[in-house]
């Protein structure tokens, strides 16, 4: 029904970026919740960030407030993460999701998710 693939992960150094993607194909609808989390080895998987349907809501997890930026093309049901000032600590695999109703940081309100693309921040 919907497939999400993220791209644009990568091996980076500390205080680096990368720009992630997400790309939606089959049945999407661009009022849809779009979200970033994010799993690290031995670490359950956490809540990165999330933007309305609209794009006029916004939320971020506090470890990564100031640092990065999500974004949507409405129409295209693409989503983009733009991560500054990375740290080894964000080393992770990266999902993105979606779901139907209202932003939440909540996973398991998410109805679909990606494969995940690697981040990986050396120090």
């Known amino acids: 029904q919907v497939q999400l693939v993220e791209s644009g992960g990568g091996l980076v150094q500390a205080g680096g970026s990368l720009r992630l993607s997400c790309a939606a194909s089959?049945?999407?609808?661009?009022?849809?919740?779009m979200g970033w989390f994010r799993q690290a080895p031995g670490k359950e998987r956490e809540f990165v960030a999330a933007?309305?349907?609209?794009?006029?809501?916004?939320y971020y997890a506090d470890s990564v407030k100031g640092r990065f930026s999500i974004s949507r093309d409405k129409a295209k049901t693409t989503v983009y993460l733009q991560m500054n000032s990375l740290k080894p600590e964000d080393t992770a695999l990266y999902y993105c999701?979606?779901?139907?109703?209202?932003?939440?940081?909540?996973?398991?309100?998410?109805?679909?998710w990606g494969q995940g693309t690697q981040v990986t921040v050396s120090s």
């Open positions: 933007i309305s349907g609209s794009g006029a809501i916004i």
């Open positions: 089959g049945r999407t609808f661009s009022s849809y919740t």
């Open positions: 999701a979606a779901r139907t109703l209202g932003i939440t940081i909540l996973q398991t309100e998410y109805n679909y």
